[in-house]
T-cell receptor
């Protein structure tokens, strides 16, 4: 049973560019949340998608946007990249019927 | 305005002894608490959780204690093993499924043999 799959694993982008990160949830999960983990910090909640809608959002600017597809997979888009966006981006999936989050291994984004 | 605080960045323990990791929170609306373990190059892995209606939850070598009046929880690992060496994150949420997890900054546990 595959867990949460994220792609790519590593990415280097230039300041001002745009990036798309992808996440496939664990089988049986219908909710996807995205977190940003900066060096030396804990994961910070970006937003959560359920039924293809953004249900909850953390304190992140509009440059961060997302999408959820009918198969429950999700994308995180970041526009106008800043050096401060360099971080590990984690996807977590969960089920509405049972509490619990499963995290992927993350995408390491470096902005130069 | 950090809502979940782990004030000890690191902890070193000898194999076989007890490891105690601490976490404080400020939001009285939190009613579910979790501990995650994270190895380098991997995502956080769920360890153990506790609901606010309980004050203790055990799972093998891991026990979590919750003191709601003090807004404090702790994770006890007994006995500690070298494989327990990792970063441990405390997280909290308001409500059950579908709510965001708020994480602390983590505590790096090193268990020496």
């Amino acid at each position: 049973d595959a867990g949460v799959t994220q792609s790519p694993t590593h990415l280097i982008k230039t300041r001002g560019q745009q990036v798309t990160l992808r996440c496939s949830p664990k089988s049986g999960h219908d909710t996807v949340s995205w977190y940003q983990q900066a060096l030396g910090q804990g994961p910070q909640f970006i937003f959560q998608y359920y039924e293809e809608e953004e249900r909850q959002r953390g304190n992140f600017p509009d440059r961060f946007s997302g999408h959820q597809f009918p198969n429950y997979s999700s994308e995180l888009n970041v526009n106008a990249l800043l050096l401060g966006d360099s971080a590990l981006y984690l996807c977590a999936s969960s089920s509405e019927s049972r509490y619990g989050y499963t995290f992927g291994s993350g995408t390491r984004l470096t902005v130069v | 305005d950090q809502q979940v605080k782990q004030n000890s960045p690191s902890l070193s323990v000898q194999e076989g002894r007890i490891s105690i990791l601490n976490c404080d929170y400020t939001n009285s609306m939190f009613d579910y608490f979790l501990w995650y373990k994270k190895y380098p190059a991997e995502g956080p892995t769920f360890l153990i959780s506790i609901s606010s209606i309980k004050d203790k939850n055990e799972d093998g070598r891991f026990t979590v204690f919750l003191n709601k009046s003090a807004k404090h929880l702790s994770l006890h690992i007994v006995p500690s093993q070298p494989g327990d060496s990792a970063v441990y994150f405390c997280a909290a949420s308001e409500g059950q499924a579908g709510t965001a997890l708020i994480f602390g900054k983590g505590t790096t546990l090193s268990v020496s043999s």
